[in-house]
């Protein structure tokens, strides 16, 4: 399980440094190396990133259940 998650950490990583070249410079790298917004390649990256950011919520959650969360602010 911990090789999925970082996995999926690092896709999430590269979506929101995609997402910073689109908002500071209006490029999508994704969409540049892969041959534009609607390639097939692209498409999967922006999937998988986005199924990557979900599953990123897990960890997330459950942190905040066993009391990570909370453990963490209070050093």
């Not at 999937?47 to 909370?70: D, I």
Request: no cysteine.
């Amino acid at each position: 399980m911990k090789t999925i998650n970082i996995v999926t950490l690092v896709l999430v990583i590269i979506g929101g440094i995609n997402w910073g070249l689109v908002g500071l410079a209006q490029f999508d790298l994704v969409a540049a190396i892969f041959g534009g917004q609607d390639a097939p390649l692209a498409r999967a990256v922006y999937v998988l990133v986005g199924l990557s950011a979900l599953w990123q919520l897990v960890p997330l959650f459950g942190a905040g259940s066993a009391g990570e969360a909370r453990a963490q602010r209070d050093r």
